[in-house]
């Protein structure tokens, strides 16, 4: 284990539309000891060409491919390979600020922490800021993770000389995997704390599964049931709680 490098987990199916652009926002980072594993998750686009092509310019970047099997065991491959101290799990559409991880690091350092995640801005397929912050409240605990996914996957890192690596449910088949994944470590480190810088955008696609929650209530009552072992009026609480905070994210008209 290098015990300063941040290894940068990023799997990617047939994102060749925003892929170099996420690939140049780590380029970018003031803080340079990283290592970022793309995995492909069996694209069927040019992804691999503009993964590889990056891969060949800078060793710090690693490409693999695997036969389509879900975001979560693609996210898993990158851990297993993973040779840095700290994970962070960057999807193939986010991006990084430039200080993000030099900020991040410090901020870690700061509290302490086993885990921290920041706030984070809102931005459309041409890369537009849509004038939407998702805050990061300061200190969350698993009693804040219990009634909705606290962390924004692409702003979280986590230190892996605490308790190792730590992997994504694939038996999730890839629908609430991030929530599990966040909710596992904050059982374990007690808090992950949030910093309010916004340092990270996330980009908001016509279609996704973010932006259309309807689909997914059924879902993700089954995972307050089945996984969180709530009760099912705590279930259907927090699914009506979770549906409003979706509306106030991404209300009619704005998606």
Known sequence: MDH???????????????????IRSVLAQTYPDWEMLIVDDGSTDGSRSVAESFAAEDARIRYFYQENAGSAAARNRGIREAAGRYIALLDADDLWDPEFLERQLAFMK?????????????IDEQSHFSGRIAKAKAEITVNDMLLMNRVGCLTGLYDSACFGKIY????????RDDYAYWYDIVKL?????????ALASYRVLPGSTTGNKKKLIGKQYRFYRDYLKLSRARSA????????????KFPAGKR
């Open 237 to 248: 609480f927090n699914v009506l709680y979770w549906g409003i905070s979706g509306l106030k």
């Open 189 to 197: 480190a007690g808090v992950i704390y949030g910093n309010q810088e």
């Open 168 to 175: 994504l449910r694939e038996e999730l088949k890839s629908i």
């Open 4 to 22: 300063e490098m941040v290894s940068i987990i990023t799997p990617c199916w047939n994102g060749e539309k925003y892929i170099g652009e996420t």
């Open 110 to 122: 700061e509290k302490k922490a086993v885990c921290v995640c920041s706030a984070y801005r809102y």
